[in-house]
């Protein structure tokens, strides 16, 4: 197995706008660049608390100048980055992903709504990312146990299996059973990054997790602001969580 270093950030979206959240992602892709970290995923909706407005000032383009010192982050790294972008859209702001490359180029998906009230539409844009055993399909705002994300991804060869989540406390357990069950089915391992918010009255309590392709669990969180990391070597997958302070 070629060596390859993949991290969920377990984050919580602070309340200063976009601008602040921005800097806030900088200091977890510091942390993970000095954990020598090929791919980072951000949660969910990462640029903005689940309680605030999603607004004109929240619902970027992909080109905004604002979102630059993400880009030459990934860059100066060599680190693919990923983070939870409300994308503009004449119907509102569904959840949606923006992927900045070492290359300088970016990656951009959303769930488009149908309009007949089903939220659930693989994202056509972003089925899989890189290629061979460092290839990887994020799935954005999918319920867990839909399977056609995850059955895709495994047959169009991903190697990994991302989701970036706001994943409650009422929900955590069912949601981890079905990405459990995709990586022992699909043999594919499966990363999950969840925030850690109030959540419409509750909580999403972080506990971000890694499975490898035998759907075993290689690391999980619990609940603070931290990356956890899967690194892969010959002899498997090992796991470990770092603080971000």
Same mark, same amino acid.
């Given at each position: 197995?070629p060596?390859?270093?993949?991290?969920?950030?377990?984050?919580? +979206?602070?309340?200063?706008?976009?601008?602040?959240?921005?800097?806030?992602?900088?200091n977890?892709?510091?942390?993970?660049?000095?954990?020598?970290?090929?791919?980072?995923?951000?949660?969910?909706?990462?640029?903005?608390?689940?309680?605030?407005?999603?607004?004109?000032?929240?619902?970027? +383009?992909?080109?905004?100048?604002?979102?630059?010192?993400?880009?030459?982050a +990934?860059? *100066?790294h060599?680190?693919?980055?990923?983070?939870?972008l409300?994308?503009?859209?004449a119907?509102?702001?569904? !959840?949606?992903?923006?992927?900045?490359?070492?290359?300088?180029?970016?990656?951009?998906?959303?769930k488009?709504?149908?309009?007949?009230?089903?939220?659930?539409?693989?994202?056509?844009?972003?089925?899989?990312i890189?290629s061979?055993?460092?290839?990887?399909?994020?799935?954005?705002?999918?319920?867990? =146990?839909?399977?056609?994300?995850?059955?895709? !991804?495994?047959?169009?060869?991903?190697?990994?299996?991302?989701?970036?989540?706001?994943?409650?406390?009422?929900?955590?357990? =069912?949601?981890?059973?079905?990405l459990?069950?995709?990586?022992?089915?699909?043999?594919?391992a499966?990363?999950?990054?969840?925030?850690?918010?109030?959540?419409?009255?509750?909580?999403?309590?972080?506990?971000?997790?890694?499975?490898d392709?035998?759907?075993?669990?290689?690391?999980?969180?619990?609940?603070?602001?931290?990356?956890?990391?899967?690194?892969?070597?010959?002899?498997?997958?090992?796991?470990?969580?770092?603080?971000? *302070?």
């Open positions: 197995m060596p390859w270093s993949v991290a969920a950030a377990q984050y919580a +979206a602070r309340p200063g706008g976009v601008e602040e959240n921005i800097r806030h992602h900088l977890f892709i510091e942390h993970a660049a000095r954990e020598f970290v090929d791919l980072l995923i951000f949660p969910e909706n990462s640029l903005v608390c689940a309680n605030e407005q999603i607004d004109d000032g929240a619902g970027l +383009a992909a080109d905004s100048p604002l979102l630059q010192p993400l880009q030459q +990934a860059m *100066r060599r680190m693919t980055v990923v983070v939870g409300p994308h503009r859209d119907q509102g702001f569904p !959840a949606g992903a923006l992927g900045f490359m070492p290359d300088g180029g970016q990656v951009s998906c959303r488009p709504h149908t309009g007949a009230g089903d939220w659930f539409t693989p994202c056509p844009e972003m089925p899989v890189g061979g055993e460092y290839s990887f399909a994020l799935a954005v705002d999918t319920p867990s =146990h839909e399977e056609a994300l995850p059955r895709s !991804a495994a047959g169009l060869g991903a190697s990994l299996y991302a989701t970036g989540g706001f994943v409650s406390e009422a929900s955590w357990q =069912h949601d981890v059973m079905y459990q069950r995709w990586a022992h089915k699909y043999g594919m499966v990363l999950m990054a969840n925030k850690i918010e109030p959540l419409n009255g509750g909580y999403s309590p972080g506990r971000s997790a890694f499975w392709e035998r759907g075993q669990l290689v690391v999980r969180a619990e609940q603070q602001e931290l990356l956890v990391i899967g690194r892969r070597a010959p002899q498997g997958w090992q796991g470990e969580v770092v603080p971000v *302070r």
